[in-house]
């Protein structure tokens, strides 16, 4: 276990669907990531929440409603996903304020669209 | 901007011999650096970093990683390769200051027995 804990491990949703992925960490920290992690491409930054606030939104489409309740939790909404959709979504979070902390991995949700 | 380049898709290694996966960087000022690795199905896992200090870096599993500074680089290394070390491999830099950790596009590392 790293510390950060994501649920679901695996999720089947079809394009009409809506669902919810989950990421906690354990770890004080006040940074959280969402990334989306596809065959043969790049990692891709999606969202960032630093002490709470969305700081960053990569040009994802609104169909990724990202929600940070508190420092240590971090959804992902979806909602009508098409099946290019489908990838590894993996959190992290960091400590803001110290630029060599290093950023701690869940193991991922892996999304299917069907 | 920052960025991390890692030229190589995939090396390939015999079990025993040393391996090299290789990384290049661009940032502004001092740069924070890290390797990750990652297994099948699996989030990225923390190998060693990078701040200040001595520019060889000793981290998990027997892995080391070379800063240097007038080549912008910061390849890994490991004297002798295992077969359980085959994964995919991520360089990953940031700047001072709040800035967001850059990952490169990852290298395939392939050690055969």
């Known amino acids: 276990e790293t510390g950060v804990t994501q649920t679901p491990r695996h999720l089947v949703m079809g394009m009409t669907n809506k669902k919810s992925l989950k990421c906690e960490q354990h770890?004080?920290?006040?940074?959280m990531y969402w990334y989306k992690q596809s065959a043969k491409k790049p990692l891709e930054l999606m969202f960032v929440y630093n002490f709470k606030e969305q700081t960053e939104n990569n040009s994802v489409p609104s169909r990724f409603s990202p929600e940070c309740p508190n420092s240590s939790h971090l959804f992902l909404h979806l909602h009508t996903l098409q099946p290019e959709d489908s990838a590894l979504y993996l959190c992290?979070?960091?400590?803001?304020?110290?630029?060599?902390?290093?950023?701690?991995f869940g193991s991922g949700t892996r999304l299917t669209v069907v | 901007a920052q960025s991390v380049a890692q030229p190589e898709d995939q090396v390939n290694v015999a079990e025993g011999n040393p391996l090299t996966v290789k990384c290049t960087y661009s940032?502004?000022?001092?740069?924070?650096l890290f390797w990750y690795v990652q297994y099948p199905n699996r989030g990225l896992q923390f190998l060693l970093k990078y701040i200040t200090g001595d520019n060889l870096v000793k981290g998990s599993y027997g892995f080391e990683a070379e800063f240097n500074k007038s080549q912008t680089s910061f390849h890994l290394k490991k004297p002798s390769a295992l077969v359980s070390d085959s994964a995919l491999y991520f360089c990953a830099v940031r700047g001072t200051g709040f800035q967001k950790l850059v990952f490169g596009t990852g290298t395939r590392l392939l050690v055969s027995p």
């Open positions: 992290a979070s960091s400590q803001v304020e110290q630029g060599e902390s290093r950023y701690t």
């Open positions: 940032v502004s000022g001092n740069p924070y």
């Open positions: 770890l004080g920290h006040n940074a």
